[in-house]
């Protein structure tokens, strides 16, 4: 699929002459890579059309019983529309963002996600994957690393993923009180191991 290629790679571009200009039109498309279409839902599922919109966005995922990692949207597996299951995410450098977040609502395998460099993603999106009973019950992992629009609000927000086992939280300017996360993962989520590198915060050890 062409538009797909074409998609991916405007989404990686680096290196970018920023004005008010381009920030606006490389926001407007980068919100069309998002957009959710409710009718691909229901035509192709869930897991397919979630893989889409994360590879369409410069995403990859993980199938489960598979080691590679899929990231070419136009080699996106065929065959019967139940057999790929999404087990982990690695959204580094994606364009992702809030308004596309309704794609996860029928994954039901996801045990990753990686957010790293993620420049769209700010506390609502947390506060939305943590909505989710599916990746309540599913996500054992998540790692939130260099995303400036995160601050404690959505951090803390995770504690509704019950399930989960290992949370990374480095590089979070926006992350202000790390004494209070620390006390209220460890209240609600006692068997949760929490890593946290947020010196660059200028928070005290």
Known sequence: MLFGKISWQLCGLKKLPWSCDSRYFWGWLNAVFNKVDHERIREVGPERAASEWLLRCGAMVRYH???RWQKDYNNLPTGPLDKYKIQAI???DSCIMNIGFDHMEGLQYVEK???CKCHYIEDDCLERISQLE???KSLLEMEIISCGNVT????IALHHLRNLKYLLLCD???VRDQAHLVQVFKALLPALE???DL?????NE
């Open 90 to 92: 690695d959204a580094t």
């Open 194 to 196: 929490l890593k946290l």
């Open 172 to 174: 979070l300017p926006g």
């Open 113 to 115: 996600i990686r957010l």
């Open 134 to 136: 599916n990746l309540q």
């Open 65 to 67: 019983g598979q080691e």
């Open 199 to 203: 010196k660059r915060n200028g928070d």
């Open 152 to 155: 404690d609000k959505g951090i």
